[in-house]
């Protein structure tokens, strides 16, 4: 009996061996991604870009649409056989088309989100040039007489591409921008003069904010020149819950010009200093001290800094050589309505109510906000004892004799706090004895959307 069960347990071995030899070997899932070359990886990344929009997710839309372009870019496909020099390129035109009927639609800063428009910019698809691209437009602007610069210009493929990307799928965005700088360009060309500094650079705003006094970057960087709230206090601007005078297109000029100069007494070079305020001095500094160069289209060629400051220089420059001779290159300046040309300053006690001056001077409450976008209130600093107001040239001043301060028990007061995991508006409102539309109103908010991390300013209740 043990003996055929001993055969019988030796059958069901070989069997089993049998089967295990005559089975295939299993082999992993490839990786989409690892096969195929740059060509086949590209059209992975387009299309979870096209999934993405149809989910309604844009940012990642937007991420998988620029992985799209690295991915060919760092590979020089277009430049290499002719049977793919054309890839590039018609990827452009794909995501530009997209740009232009959906994504530029819902994150225009027309629409009322008041996006900086750097945040466009820099996701811009952008066109692979010829060399007889770059030779033609290095020919015109050395051509281009009436234009003098005083920085240097110089002409490469990423300079045109940005170009090109201005006269088309970016023309719209661009075109609102120089209309609004009309009223700008002056003052701050003067200013620029007093700091010693190249008046050139007072046509950065063409790309940080479109020459928005009131953009927003994803950052959470404010005003015409885009200045985080930290940068901003360390070159005197004041920044805090009652007033930001990074909104004030004029002091933040400044604030701008005293930034670049001391970037330009370190490093001895405009286009770093531009790197540098974009991506900041460390970063920067960090990648010549690797590469052992101060050439910014040399650090340019490297992973040692953003894309986003990889492309800030040539699209300013691209934008200069547009903003100085705009006809030549498909614009014309008509400029938008004024807000600071027919203004004037006075000065007025302070705290004092903006909608008691508003009634005084026979303005809308609306107009005195927008000749002082950097009051978040209703009121005039509390700590000061007098304001210097923006008011319209042809409001009497005599009006405003009789006003007086707000007692200090009138005035409103806040609290901060820090958003943490859990909260929403409406408990945050209960907690502190307010209401989610004041909360809301004194934040800017425009959802219900919050996210931990956050700080909020709380209208204090009386609870």
């Known amino acids: 009996?043990?003996?055929?069960?001993s055969v019988l347990l030796l059958a069901v071995f070989s069997l089993l061996i049998a089967c295990a030899a005559s089975r295939p070997t299993r082999v992993p899932a490839a990786d989409p991604l690892a096969a195929g070359g740059p060509p086949a990886r590209a059209a992975v990344y387009f299309q979870q870009g096209k999934t993405c929009l149809e989910k309604g997710d844009m940012a990642a839309a937007r991420s998988c649409f620029n992985q799209t372009m690295?991915?060919?870019?760092?590979?020089?496909?277009?430049?290499?056989?002719?049977?793919?020099?054309?890839?590039?390129?018609?990827?452009?035109?794909?995501?530009?088309?997209?740009?232009?009927?959906?994504?530029?639609?819902?994150?225009?800063p027309e629409n009322g989100q008041?996006?900086?428009?750097?945040?466009q910019v820099i996701s811009t698809p952008l066109f692979l040039p010829t060399a007889k691209d770059v030779l033609d437009l290095k020919q015109k602007v050395s051509e281009a007489a009436v234009v003098s610069y005083s920085i240097p210009v110089i002409v490469n493929s990423q300079v045109v591409s940005f170009l090109k990307a201005f006269q088309t799928i970016r023309h719209d965005g661009i075109q609102r921008a120089l209309d609004r700088m009309?009223?700008?360009?002056?003052?701050?060309?003067?200013?620029?003069?007093?700091?010693?500094?190249?008046?050139?650079?007072?046509?950065?705003?063409?790309?940080?904010?479109?020459?928005?006094?009131?953009?927003?970057?994803?950052?959470?960087?404010?005003?015409?020149?885009?200045?985080?709230?930290?940068?901003?206090?360390?070159?005197?601007l004041r920044v805090d819950w009652q007033v930001d005078e990074r909104l004030d297109p004029f002091k933040a000029a400044a604030a701008a010009a005293r930034f670049m100069k001391d970037l330009y007494q370190e490093y001895n070079?405009?286009?770093?200093?531009?790197?540098?305020?974009?991506?900041?001095?460390?970063?920067?500094?960090?990648?010549?001290?690797?590469?052992?160069?101060?050439?910014?289209?040399?650090?340019?060629?490297?992973?040692?800094?953003?894309?986003?400051?990889?492309?800030?220089?040539?699209?300013?420059?691209?934008?200069?050589i547009i903003a100085r001779a705009p006809q030549e290159y498909g614009f014309k300046i008509s400029g938008a309505e004024a807000i600071f040309t027919d203004s004037k300053t006075t000065v007025v006690p302070s705290p004092a109510s903006l909608s008691h001056i508003a009634a005084l001077l026979q303005i809308s409450y609306a107009d005195l906000k927008k000749l002082n976008p950097e009051l978040l209130r209703d009121f005039t600093p509390s700590n000061l004892s007098e304001y210097s107001l923006r008011i319209p040239a042809l409001a009497d001043e005599a009006a405003l004799a009789g006003l007086e301060r707000i007692p200090p028990a009138k005035i409103p007061k806040y609290n901060s706090?820090?958003?943490?995991?859990?909260?929403?508006?409406?408990?945050?409102?209960?907690r502190?004895?307010?209401?989610?539309?004041?909360?809301?109103?004194?934040?800017?908010?425009?959802?219900n959307l919050i996210k931990p991390g956050m700080n909020l300013i709380i209208p204090r209740g009386e609870g």
């Not at 002056?186 to 006094?213: N, T």
Request: hydrophobic fraction near 40%.
């Open 269 to 320: 070079d405009w286009y770093i200093v531009l790197a540098c305020y974009n991506g900041g001095p460390r970063r920067v500094k960090k990648a010549m001290r690797v590469l052992q160069t101060s050439d910014f289209f040399t650090i340019n060629q490297t992973r040692h800094i953003r894309r986003e400051t990889k492309n800030y220089v040539p699209a300013f420059l691209a934008s200069l």
């Open 417 to 430: 706090y820090r958003v943490r995991p859990g909260d929403n508006l409406y408990s945050i409102a209960r």
């Open 432 to 447: 502190h004895a307010t209401s989610v539309s004041q909360i809301k109103k004194v934040n800017g908010l425009k959802s």
């Open 1 to 5: 009996m043990s003996k055929i069960k």
């Open 114 to 119: 008041h996006e900086a428009f750097l945040d």
């Open 70 to 108: 690295d991915v060919l870019l760092d590979a020089r496909v277009g430049a290499q056989d002719g049977g793919s020099k054309n890839i590039l390129n018609d990827y452009v035109k794909k995501i530009a088309d997209i740009e232009l009927n959906y994504l530029k639609d819902k994150n225009s």
């Open 182 to 236: 009309v009223e700008y360009i002056a003052p701050f060309k003067e200013i620029f003069r007093q700091y010693e500094i190249p008046e050139d650079l007072v046509y950065l705003p063409i790309i940080e904010s479109g020459f928005r006094v009131d953009a927003t970057s994803r950052a959470r960087a404010r005003g015409a020149w885009q200045f985080m709230a930290a940068t901003a206090r360390i070159f005197g």
